[in-house]
């Protein structure tokens, strides 16, 4: 079955920092999403990617679609403390009921 | 806007007990709907899905059911909770072409 690998696992950044994190699947996907979980909620989308090749960007967070369409990732400029959480990659193939396959997660820790 | 509701937010239940989680969306038509589960610390698990009334795809044999008796209104059951189903329930929603996934706010359980 399809595969998302992510890294890093975990990261501890003080704040102003950039932080970088990817994703690399063994399959193809079309659509690569990008979300944010904070401890007890529901993860919130924070980029979606729909091209290979494209960058795409939402205040100080950039994401990219890799050319290959195996691979993704997130970077995150001058981090603040609300960027503390659990970042998820997500891999789509489009279709009825496009089904998501989920990374394993970067936790961020941000000191001040 | 859409807006996705769960209930309850927490669950404490004995083993051996039934479950019932109810998933509400609204301000959309005929959504595809979603139930990952989530353990602690790890990534998410997709359960079941939906792409109309009554049509429901389970993606791992469990010992939990799910149904969708009416189009933004989506259930997870079960007969006998076991100590393994203990975890964070997640209901998610997207359009008929399945372009993205949006979380609702998740439900906690916790099998005793």
């Known amino acids: 079955g399809q595969q998302l690998n992510q890294s890093p696992q975990s990261m501890f950044i003080q704040e102003g920092e950039d932080v970088s994190m990817n994703c690399t699947s063994s399959?193809?996907?079309?659509?690569w999403l990008w979300y944010k979980q904070d401890p007890g909620e529901g993860p919130v989308l924070l980029i979606a990617?729909?091209?290979?090749?494209e960058l795409t960007s939402n205040g100080r967070l950039t994401a990219q679609f890799g050319i290959t369409r195996k691979d993704s990732f997130l970077n995150i400029s001058a981090s603040i403390p609300s960027d503390v959480g659990i970042y998820f990659c997500?891999?789509?193939?489009?279709?009825?009921?496009?089904?998501?396959?989920f990374g394993t997660g970067t936790r961020l820790q941000v000191t001040l | 806007s859409q807006t996705i509701h769960q209930w309850p937010a927490t669950l404490v239940q004995p083993v051996g007990s039934p479950l019932s989680l109810e998933c509400t969306v609204e301000?959309?038509?005929?959504?595809?709907l979603y139930w990952y589960r989530q353990a602690a610390g790890r990534g998410l698990q997709l359960l079941f899905y939906?792409?109309?009334?009554?049509?429901i795809s389970s993606e791992v044999p469990q010992n939990l059911s799910a149904s969708r008796p009416q189009d933004r209104q989506f259930i997870l059951s079960s007969k006998k909770l076991l100590l393994s189903d203990s975890g964070f329930y997640l209901c998610?929603?997207?359009?008929?072409?399945?372009?993205?996934?949006?979380f609702g706010p998740g439900t906690r359980l916790l099998v005793l």
């Open positions: 998610a929603w997207s359009g008929t072409q399945g372009e993205t996934q949006y």
């Open positions: 399959s193809i996907f079309n659509t």
């Open positions: 301000g959309t038509s005929n959504p595809n």
């Open positions: 939906s792409v109309g009334i009554g049509q």
């Open positions: 997500a891999g789509q193939l489009t279709g009825t009921a496009s089904k998501l396959t």
């Open positions: 990617l729909y091209k290979a090749g």
